[in-house]
Nanobody, 121 residues
Framework: QVQLVESGGGLVQPGGSLRLSCAAS????????VAWFRQAPGKERERVGCVTSDGSTVYRNSVKGRFTFSRDNAKTTVYLQMSSLKPEDTAVYYC???????????????WGQGTQVTVSS
């Protein structure tokens, strides 16, 4: 698995937006499926969604219509654009990549440090 670095988190008011970045170092992500996960305090890590190498996307129901994936032209970064944020979106967000398929949390061998997203007034 490639090593990835998450960034872009912060404190935002309900209804606000943030864009998270998942950057690969020394690799391009164009041939990888990239999944975003999140873990709230006291809860299990859950998959937010995934974008495959051909651009197909899947989102968990609670974020559909609010979260969107995109890639940069150099294909070294995958973005998670989050809008209409809710307090229940508060969590540490992580990304993971797999050459063959969207990874589940249990399939990820190594996690990055993640980026904290806090939605609060």
């Amino acid at each position: 698995q490639v090593q990835l670095v998450e960034s872009g988190g912060g404190l935002v008011q309900p209804g606000g937006s943030l864009r998270l970045s998942c950057a690969a170092s020394g690799f391009t992500l164009g041939d990888y499926a990239v999944a975003w996960f999140r873990q709230a305090p006291g809860k299990e890590r859950e998959r937010v969604g995934c974008v495959t190498s051909d651009g197909s996307t899947v989102y968990r129901n609670s974020v559909k219509g609010r979260f969107t994936f995109s890639r940069d032209n150099a294909k070294t970064t995958v973005y998670l654009q989050m809008s209409s944020l809710k307090p229940e979106d508060t969590a540490v967000y992580y990304c993971a990549a797999d050459r063959w398929a969207c990874p589940d949390a249990g399939e990820v061998v190594s996690w990055g440090q993640g980026t904290q997203v806090t939605v609060s007034s």
